[in-house]
């Protein structure tokens, strides 16, 4: 099996993609010849040339337009947003045009477009720069939202994505990018909506997105150390969200816990908490635990931002609590 | 004209009832089908539905014993006029609820139990269901004394309950009976005057275990007891021998149809029968959920009339406690009674050679006005033969 990182693995998926099929393409600011602020689209300018990989303006709203134009003539664009805060910029196109317009069209169009972007905390970027706001998009009927925590999962996913005709956000974790992982040989779909177990356990279900994911891993180790067996499950796919997964994870352990980077008032989690407590009220032998940011902006402070979003650490005190064990 | 609220004759031989408190006040709007008040009659305390819609105008009797037919309310029209003279509830027992109260006070005090609620997470309440655990008798040790699953498993281990804070030394505490044991005293007396004969007999149970077992497996949710089948076992034997499935009256013999098996349950309030109808024609697990429910309502004083009446036989089962046999007094007007013990790993000899199985063993009372000796051996060795062989009873 060869090893990529989770950069290689989203250009594996967008270049193979782009080779097989001419209706393939890429847009997004500084993507060109920079290869995109994160380096993911390096060298793609060499192989598929300007008509394919498209520099655009710095106006997310037009591009996420031209994005969703492209898509209804049949084309499958992805289109780059330099960061996710600047979804908000492309919300109008995204949440009003591109979830709707199947809908309203009644079939006649499809938009298969995947809008792919990217944040959160690490390398303090402060409060305009790396936000996660995939509740944001988790709330709207008419869009996928995909979340991947590993090589293997983003280039799978990103080919599904790709190749769905509904309009997917797609959300990478900047500080994801360097981790390498072992990824099949060749390029093996990973069907949306299907979450992925980790780790098996029977005690605590740790259900965690993102770089969340790793950190709930290395909580779980840390757990196993004390007795406490846990298993993670990364739902990958946000929207739609495999319940049924989830769901049984939970009937095994009757605990939870639920991490995420973004804050957690309103967020993804509670979603999930919401699930769980209607589907497995009967199984859980504690309140679900959440993970998250705390309820502020990004602190610019390298000391203050570590503070401010969840680690290990956070992971782990809240599977100790959901087994009596807590603070 | 207002609508006068009467008390109900909620079952066969109900002459009165105690009002314990209602659940309206006067002035409120009532609807038709709500619950109004709650009533507790020699066999069950229940919730009362109101029988017209309006406004509660006037309640006559607040609490306390009254006989079936009197007014006890009147619903009708925003300030209706109600032409009665309210009569006094009788004195009988209006002070019944009051040291019932007290009685349970200790029990209050125990950790996890705040303003009458247990704290227990869903999944302890869930398996406490089941397993026909009191979660008031049961220690928490989570967060805030909450009773976690864990508790749950412990107290079945060891159901010792906790000890009860003592009356102060010396003093004799007095506690006035309630109506459920009223009507347990005066059943049981009347039983003792049947003439009655037991039968015995053990049986292997290590089949049945392994039915029980892998219905477990199969359905978790319905989680099947030993209890259900038993039941099952029974109400087949009493299709087999209709001889059994009799009730002796003074003038008549009677015999039923159907075989409806009642269970004894140790209700907080006392012992209570609910009765699983129609066992004959239920499934395991279609008992199992039966069984279920009314266990837990049992338990929770939520039986109506008809959960309790109408039984045929009765199974009582004490295997759970390890008693490893008893003798138990019949529940009149039915004519036998099922008493079972804990199954227990004995040595037994067979074609020369010794075996460790599981046995149990069971005691049947017949009440011999109706059943004769043969009569009762027959049934005994059919249930017997069922129980080691389940599948003959499927």
């Known amino acids: 099996m060869p090893e990529l990182s989770y950069r290689e693995a989203v250009r594996d998926a967008l270049s193979t993609a782009m080779r097989q099929d001419d209706g393939v393409f890429i847009m997004g600011e500084d993507i060109a010849e920079m290869g995109g602020s994160m380096g993911v689209t390096a060298g793609m300018l060499d192989e598929f040339g300007p008509e394919r990989v498209r520099n655009t303006p710095i106006s997310e709203m037009a591009l996420a337009g031209t994005a969703i134009g492209a898509a209804m003539q049949g084309m499958r664009p992805v289109a780059e947003i330099m960061y996710e805060d600047f979804m908000t910029l492309a919300a109008e196109q995204v949440v009003n045009q591109a979830a709707k317009l199947r809908y309203m069209s009644g079939g006649q169009l499809t938009v298969p477009v995947v809008f792919r972007t990217q944040g959160g905390a690490g390398w303090s970027p402060g409060a305009q720069h790396a936000q996660q706001l995939e509740a944001w998009f988790v709330h709207i009927p008419g869009l996928k939202v995909v979340f991947a925590s590993t090589p293997e999962d983003v280039r799978g996913l990103l080919w599904s994505s790709i190749y769905d005709d509904n309009p997917v956000v797609f959300f990478e974790h900047r500080t994801l990018y360097g981790i390498k992982g072992d990824v099949p040989e060749k390029i093996e779909p990973i069907p949306i909506g299907k979450a992925r177990v980790h780790r098996e356990g029977e005690d605590v279900t740790v259900v965690a997105t993102g770089r969340l994911v790793h950190e709930s891993l290395a909580a779980a180790e840390e757990a196993e150390k004390q007795g406490v067996s846990v298993e993670v499950v990364d739902p990958r796919t946000l929207q739609p969200l495999d319940e049924e997964t989830i769901v049984a994870s939970v009937k095994k352990t009757n605990r939870a816990v639920i991490a995420h980077e973004a804050v957690t008032r309103m967020g993804f989690g509670a979603e999930v908490v919401s699930v769980i407590q209607y589907q497995a009220f009967d199984w859980l032998d504690a309140p679900v635990e959440r993970v998250g940011a705390k309820f502020a902006p990004l602190p610019f402070a390298p000391v203050m931002e570590q503070f401010v979003v969840p680690h290990k650490a956070d992971v782990l005190a809240a599977i100790m609590r959901t087994v009596g064990r807590g603070d | ?394």
């Open chain 2, 1 to 394: 004209m207002a609508t006068e609220v009467k008390l109900p004759r909620l079952g066969q031989g109900m002459e009165s009832g105690t009002i314990v408190r209602w659940l309206k006040s006067e002035g409120e709007q009532v609807a038709k089908g709500e619950p109004l008040y709650e009533l507790d009659t020699d066999k069950v305390t229940q919730e009362v539905e109101a029988e017209a819609s309006g406004v509660l105008l006037k309640i006559a009797v607040p609490e306390g014993e009254v006989e079936v037919g009197r007014t006890i309310a009147f619903i009708g029209a925003e300030g209706e006029p109600v032409a009665v003279e309210a009569p006094a509830p009788a004195p009988a027992a209006p002070k019944e609820e009051e040291p019932v109260e007290t009685a349970r006070a200790p029990e209050r005090e125990q950790q996890s139990v705040t303003n009458g609620r247990v704290k227990a997470s869903p999944l302890a309440r869930r398996l406490a269901r089941e397993r026909g655990i009191d979660l008031a008798s049961v220690r928490g040790t989570g967060p805030e004394g909450r009773i976690v699953a864990e508790d749950v498993e412990r107290a079945e281990v060891q159901p010792v309950r906790a000890p009860v804070a003592a009356a102060p030394s010396g003093e004799v505490a007095s506690e006035p009976l309630s109506n459920v044991r009223k009507t347990i005293a005066r059943r049981l007396t009347e039983a003792w005057t049947v003439p009655a004969f037991t039968l015995t007999v053990s049986a292997d149970m290590t089949r049945a275990n392994e039915l029980v077992a892998r219905r477990r497996e199969l359905e978790p949710d319905v989680r099947v007891t030993v209890t259900d089948l038993l039941t099952r076992v029974c109400a087949q034997a009493l299709v087999r021998h209709p001889g059994m499935n009799v009730q002796y009256t003074d003038d008549a013999l009677l015999r039923f149809p159907n075989a409806n098996v009642g269970i004894a349950v140790a209700a907080p309030q006392g012992l209570v029968v609910p009765v699983v109808h129609n066992a004959e024609q239920l499934t395991l697990s279609q008992i199992a959920h039966v069984r279920g429910d009314i266990v837990s309502r049992a338990r929770d004083a939520k039986l109506r009339a008809e959960d309790i009446e109408g039984g045929t036989f009765t199974i009582s089962n004490l295997g759970m406690f390890d008693v490893d046999q008893f003798v138990a007094v019949l529940n009149p007007p039915q004519a036998s009674i099922l008493a079972v013990g804990a199954a227990r790993e004995q040595v037994v000899p067979r074609d020369g050679e010794l075996f460790v199985v599981p046995l149990m063993t069971m005691t049947l009372t017949c009440d011999h006005r109706a059943v004769d000796g043969a009569t009762g051996a027959e049934f005994l060795k059919t249930i017997k033969t069922f129980l080691e062989d389940p599948g003959l009873a499927l």
